[in-house]
């Protein structure tokens, strides 16, 4: 039987429990045959039914601003690929994450060699005895070692080997005045070969530099490996973020999807007086909000992307600076539409004096290094329209970027993107250049004092 009958055997209610953290079950909403459970990290829900004719349990997401998010325990599992809710999740176009989605399933299943234990099975417990009264269920040794940071400690030459031998970066990187401090770790050794693993920890604080979360990637005795996981403190609704320590007179921000990312990035072109930021991996208002409170707080007025070369990384840009042009001080409004095809950009000008000078310099910035048939702009008596035609990625994406970069100075913000050319993501680049960078490591110096 194929890998996919494997796949749709797998109880979704434990996956999402064990593997997503939905560990609580919304009783007040839940009905015996439509339980609904909820990540108490993200505050994430989705609602579960049995599907009899394809024999499964299937979901669907609460929140209807992300409608794509339903189906089966494969939909469920490349949603949130890497610990993270993708709000434009693309599965079955993206072939890189269907693939990997597949890669995951061969190790969680055990498959070796084409060889597997077979269906692990649905389990025939009701939904309410798979969880513990209080709708919480007791956190596994692993989880419950790296849960405190009082486990961890700070990285020195001999805990860090999971970032320097999995993701490639070296320890010149790492004890960087730029991320000292902001990055701990612990060693555990493997309960199957006592191969010696790292739990690591990125510090999270809010804008003003208080710490309240910690994104660990720790190590998970059931799949040999490093999985990443959240905590933070639930005593607060306050957000927190990873970024990097703030240098004296910091030129940018540079946001980036994940902790790794910015690392890679910074690795494979250093510049002077960055301030990199993680996004965890998707957009919401509120982080938006975070990366404007922090750049008027530091005194910039420069923001670049590093978010992946994908479609799903151009809409998180797009949304990112959306959010800030709106929430700035600018008289004038960011509207987005998406439709079959087409992405219309709508920017209201209304009855500003220079209304007229501020549409020429628009249509000169977006001439050129766009193909005329994937972008068009017309000009109303209050308005300009922006379409991009959306039916070609590679051009869909080019598009977004020039109209974000011509826009947003009206903001007070300049938007610009650097995105890797040879992986999807920057540690995927960065790999890619790995043998020259054994070269240079043969002359790195070691971390710690």
């Given at each position: 039987?194929?890998?996919?009958?494997?796949?749709?055997?797998?109880?979704?209610?434990?996956?999402?429990?064990?593997?997503?953290?939905?560990?609580?079950?919304?009783?007040?909403?839940?009905?015996?045959?439509?339980?609904?459970?909820?990540?108490?990290?993200?505050?994430?829900?989705?609602?579960?039914?049995?599907?009899?004719?394809?024999?499964?349990?299937?979901?669907?997401?609460?929140?209807?601003?992300?409608?794509?998010?339903?189906?089966?325990?494969?939909?469920?599992?490349?949603?949130?690929?890497?610990?993270?809710?993708?709000?434009?999740?693309?599965?079955?176009?993206?072939?890189?994450?269907?693939?990997?989605?597949?890669?995951?399933?061969?190790?969680?299943?055990?498959?070796?060699?084409?060889?597997?234990?077979?269906?692990?099975?649905?389990?025939?417990?009701?939904?309410?005895?798979?969880?513990?009264?209080?709708?919480?269920?007791?956190?596994?040794?692993?989880?419950?070692?790296?849960?405190?940071?009082?486990t961890l400690v700070p990285l020195?030459?001999?805990?860090?080997?999971?970032?320097?031998?999995?993701?490639?970066?070296?320890?010149?990187?790492?004890?960087?005045?730029?991320?000292?401090?902001?990055?701990?770790?612990?060693?555990?050794?493997?309960?199957?070969?006592?191969?010696?693993?790292?739990?690591?920890?990125?510090?999270?604080?809010?804008?003003?530099?208080?710490?309240?979360?910690?994104?660990?990637?720790?190590?998970?005795?059931?799949?040999?490996?490093?999985?990443?996981?959240?905590?933070?403190?639930?005593?607060?609704?306050?957000?927190?973020?990873?970024?990097?320590?703030?240098?004296?007179?910091?030129?940018?921000?540079?946001?980036?999807?994940?902790?790794?990312?910015?690392?890679?990035?910074?690795?494979?072109?250093?510049?002077?007086?960055?301030?990199?930021?993680?996004?965890?991996?998707?957009?919401?208002?509120?982080?938006?909000?975070?990366?404007?409170?922090?750049?008027?707080?530091?005194?910039?007025?420069?923001?670049k992307s590093i978010t992946d070369?994908?479609?799903?990384?151009?809409?998180?840009?797009?949304?990112?600076?959306?959010?800030?042009?709106?929430?700035?001080?600018?008289?004038?409004?960011?509207?987005?539409?998406?439709?079959?095809?087409?992405?219309?950009?709508?920017?209201?000008?209304?009855?500003?004096?220079?209304?007229?000078?501020?549409?020429?310099?628009?249509?000169?910035?977006?001439?050129?290094?766009?193909?005329?048939?994937?972008?068009?702009?017309?000009?109303?008596?209050?308005?300009?329209?922006?379409?991009?035609?959306?039916?070609?990625?590679?051009?869909?994406?080019?598009?977004?970027?020039?109209?974000?970069?011509?826009?947003?100075?009206?903001?007070?913000?300049?938007?610009?993107?650097?995105?890797?050319?040879?992986?999807?993501?920057?540690?995927?680049?960065?790999?890619?250049?790995?043998?020259?960078?054994?070269?240079?490591?043969g002359h790195d110096t070691d971390?710690?004092?």
């Open positions: 039987m194929d890998l996919k009958y494997h796949i749709e055997g797998i109880d979704l209610r434990t996956f999402a429990r064990d593997w997503g953290g939905y560990t609580q079950l919304d009783r007040s909403r839940s009905t015996a045959s439509r339980p609904v459970l909820v990540n108490p990290i993200t505050k994430d829900s989705i609602r579960l039914k049995w599907s009899e004719k394809k024999n499964r349990w299937e979901y669907w997401n609460n929140n209807p601003s992300i409608p794509d998010d339903h189906g089966s325990v494969f939909n469920f599992y490349v949603h949130r690929k890497d610990g993270n809710l993708r709000p434009f999740p693309f599965p079955y176009q993206d072939k890189a994450l269907y693939a990997a989605g597949f890669e995951f399933f061969k190790d969680y299943l055990g498959i070796s060699n084409g060889i597997t234990k077979g269906p692990i099975g649905h389990s025939t417990k009701k939904t309410s005895e798979l969880f513990q009264e209080g709708t919480t269920r007791k956190r596994s040794a692993s989880e419950s070692r790296v849960r405190y940071s009082r020195t030459e001999k805990n860090i080997d999971y970032l320097k031998n999995e993701r490639n970066l070296l320890p010149s990187t790492l004890n960087n005045d730029l991320f000292r401090d902001t990055i701990l770790s612990s060693r555990v050794k493997s309960s199957k070969n006592d191969h010696v693993f790292t739990n690591v920890a990125f510090l999270r604080k809010d804008p003003r530099g208080h710490k309240g979360g910690i994104t660990v990637h720790y190590y998970r005795k059931d799949l040999d490996k490093n999985q990443k996981l959240f905590l933070d403190d639930k005593r607060t609704d306050e957000l927190y973020l990873w970024y990097s320590n703030i240098p004296e007179n910091p030129h940018a921000i540079i946001y980036g999807e994940s902790e790794i990312d910015c690392l890679s990035h910074y690795q494979l072109h250093p510049s002077e007086d960055p301030l990199y930021l993680s996004l965890n991996g998707g957009y919401s208002p509120e982080k938006t909000k975070f990366i404007h409170e922090l750049a008027r707080s530091n005194g910039i007025d420069t923001i070369n994908d479609r799903a990384g151009h809409y998180i840009d797009l949304e990112t600076a959306k959010g800030l042009f709106n929430g700035s001080e600018a008289p004038f409004v960011l509207e987005t539409r998406k439709e079959t095809h087409k992405l219309t950009f709508k920017l209201i000008i209304g009855g500003h004096p220079d209304k007229d000078r501020i549409q020429e310099r628009l249509s000169n910035r977006l001439v050129g290094g766009v193909p005329s048939d994937t972008i068009q702009l017309a000009n109303a008596k209050d308005a300009s329209f922006i379409a991009i035609r959306t039916d070609m990625e590679e051009k869909e994406k080019m598009a977004i970027q020039r109209t974000l970069e011509s826009i947003m100075p009206l903001s007070g913000y300049n938007f610009t993107f650097h995105k890797p050319t040879f992986g999807k993501d920057w540690n995927e680049e960065l790999k890619r250049g790995r043998r020259n960078l054994k070269k240079k490591e971390i710690g004092p």
